[in-house]
């Protein structure tokens, strides 16, 4: 017997209400102890592989130049930077491992073995570069291996994933240039690297909640520098192409660090995401991360770059020339933030197809790869994934709502996406920057 709407909808807030009940506490843990328990490697167990290597950063300048450049061009001057720099960045492959039972052991066998093993199961062109999300402050590469295991099966292919640096210690842009980095080392790979040169009309960009964020903050600064530097930029000393990929996909992207966008009577049913960042909070006790010294009004930048199309795409005037872009929402509210962003693209020529779920929470395909709709996600971002790299004529513009079954998830397609005036959303960008306050550490009596 099919479950009511009710029944149903009953189901998805007793999730919500059981994550929060088991995870709010971890919320509102330390930073440091957030990042000891996350940003950490551990074993490559089960049908997966995981191939560990570092990718060396530019021995000049030079992608730090470029990036300070894009933040000027695209900023109103108002912005305070703190001073970039680069790091040797340290990935792991990560593929499906066939045969492997769920408790099989990761192979005792080197790291460029664990890649040539992992190669051999790949059938596909595609690469997808994967970006983890945790608030930009926490979250690893192994984390985010049930996910790009999954991908690397659907998709026959492979998935690199950068351990980018975290804030607070690391703020923006120092995440973006790992990223770019990263790219750059697909596209251009040392003598020393496992992999040999990946073309860009084979490489997706993908990631999740934060890590979406970064995604679409690449695809503005690789547009940016393409637009001064003649579509190239110099990396380890060679002037070379800089590519846009083939397309993004992205889980639940998290588009707005003002967090400017109302939330509703269902978000607050269905979702565990507060209009309060946790790191703002009186329930955040202090450590020796955060708040840091000098204090910041938010863990990632300084308050006067919470509206720079780099750290929040959405205020991006132009969105010209960028590669399809693909977007899973729950019953989230930065699903809001995603409608808005598609609007302006597809206005201007962009492919984009945005999938959404209703009643079900953030990154609800990662906190629930079970439920009917997440392996249903899954296959529509895969689909996405193999239309880019192989057939893109056949991709268009679409806008699907599913409705909130466990058996039947067949969606319908809407007309449009937000209709919000740019001007207007800008405006209260700036109204909730002017309102941010540096955090000092907890006011009153921790809850």
């Not at 084979?202 to 530097?229: E, K, M, T, Y």
């Amino acid at each position: 017997m099919k479950a009511s709407r009710s029944e149903v909808e009953q189901t998805f807030q007793q999730l919500t209400q059981k994550f929060n009940d088991t995870k709010a506490d971890f919320y509102y843990a330390p930073i440091s102890i957030q990042q000891s328990r996350t940003a950490t490697d551990m074993p490559a167990n089960g049908p997966l592989w995981a191939s560990r290597t570092v990718l060396k950063a530019p021995n000049n300048d030079s992608v730090i130049s470029a990036v300070q450049r894009a933040i000027r061009d695209l900023g109103d001057g108002c912005e305070e930077i703190t001073q970039p720099s680069q790091a040797d960045v340290k990935v792991q492959w990560s593929g499906y491992r066939s045969g492997a039972a769920i408790n099989d052991a990761e192979p005792l066998l080197g790291e460029e073995q664990k890649y040539q093993k992992m190669m051999k199961e790949v059938s596909s062109n595609t690469t997808i570069l994967y970006v983890h999300g945790g608030f930009y402050c926490t979250g690893s590469p192994a984390l985010s291996r049930g996910v790009t295991a999954n991908l690397a099966r659907l998709t026959k292919g492979r998935c690199i994933v950068p351990d980018y640096r975290l804030s607070p210690q690391h703020p923006f842009p120092n995440a973006l240039i790992d990223l770019l980095v990263t790219y750059l080392s697909l596209l251009y790979p040392s003598d020393t690297s496992f992999h040999s040169a990946t073309r860009p009309e084979h490489i997706i960009f993908a990631g999740d909640s934060a890590g979406g964020n970064l995604v679409v903050a690449l695809l503005l600064l690789i547009r940016s520098i393409r637009a001064r530097q003649h579509k190239r930029i110099n990396f380890h000393g060679l002037e070379v192409p800089l590519p846009f990929p083939a397309g993004a996909a992205l889980f639940h992207a998290h588009l707005d660090l003002t967090i400017s966008f109302p939330f509703d009577d269902l978000n607050k049913k269905f979702d565990f995401l507060l209009p309060r960042p946790p790191c703002l909070s009186d329930r955040m006790p202090p450590c020796e991360l955060w708040p840091t010294q000098p204090p910041r009004g938010d863990m990632y930048c300084e308050i006067s770059s919470l509206c720079h199309p780099l750290v929040s795409p959405i205020s991006a005037r132009s969105w010209t020339g960028i590669p399809p872009l693909f977007f899973i929402y729950g019953e989230d509210y930065v699903g809001k933030e995603g409608k808005f962003l598609a609007q302006r693209a597809v206005a201007e020529g962009v492919t984009v197809q945005l999938h959404q779920y209703e009643r079900l929470p953030h990154i609800f395909a990662l906190l629930y790869p079970k439920l009917t709709q997440s392996h249903h996600a899954f296959a529509q971002m895969a689909r996405f994934m193999h239309d880019c790299v192989f057939q893109p004529d056949a991709l268009r513009v679409k806008h699907v709502r599913y409705p909130p079954t466990e058996t039947e998830i067949e969606g319908v397609e809407e007309n449009g996406f937000s209709t919000m005036q740019f001007d207007i959303v800008v405006a209260k960008m700036r109204q909730q920057r002017a309102n941010r306050k540096v955090w000092t550490g907890p006011q009153s009596a921790m809850l």
